[in-house]
């Protein structure tokens, strides 16, 4: 069973950067697809970026392109969103999915708050 939970949220100042990271407790996590999503106050939830079981095929939304990166560690049932140049409209609620198929997920963590503010 896939149990997904982030961390590394926190308080940032505009134009620096974090780290989240998505880990697996159920262990299984490396024949799926994994994603981050984020939710600002006040909004719904939108797509942040996503990437396939091995990490070899990803996809971003235009917003966080070219300043995020995804990955995975398999090895350690991890996905992580490198979050670099970050700006106040980077501020929400962060979470992870995963899933079976291509850009269709199952699976959600609780979230972790991300602030961008001087």
């Known amino acids: 069973q896939v149990q997904v939970v982030e961390s590394g949220g926190g308080l940032v100042h505009p134009g620096g950067s974090l780290r989240l990271s998505c880990a697996d407790s159920?262990?299984?996590?490396?024949?799926?697809?994994m994603g981050w999503f984020r939710q600002a106050p006040g909004k719904e939830r939108d797509f942040v970026a996503t990437?396939?079981?091995?990490?070899?095929?990803?996809n971003y939304s235009d917003s966080v392109k070219g300043r995020f990166i995804i990955s995975r560690d398999n090895a350690r049932n991890t996905m992580y969103l490198q979050m670099n140049v970050l700006k106040p409209e980077d501020t929400a609620v962060y979470y992870c999915?995963?899933?079976?198929?291509?850009?269709?997920?199952?699976?959600w963590g609780q979230g972790t708050q991300v602030t961008v503010s001087s």
């Open positions: 999915a995963a899933g079976l198929q291509w850009m269709r997920f199952t699976y």
């Open positions: 159920g262990g299984t996590v490396s024949n799926y697809g």
């Open positions: 990437l396939n079981w091995s990490g070899g095929l990803t």
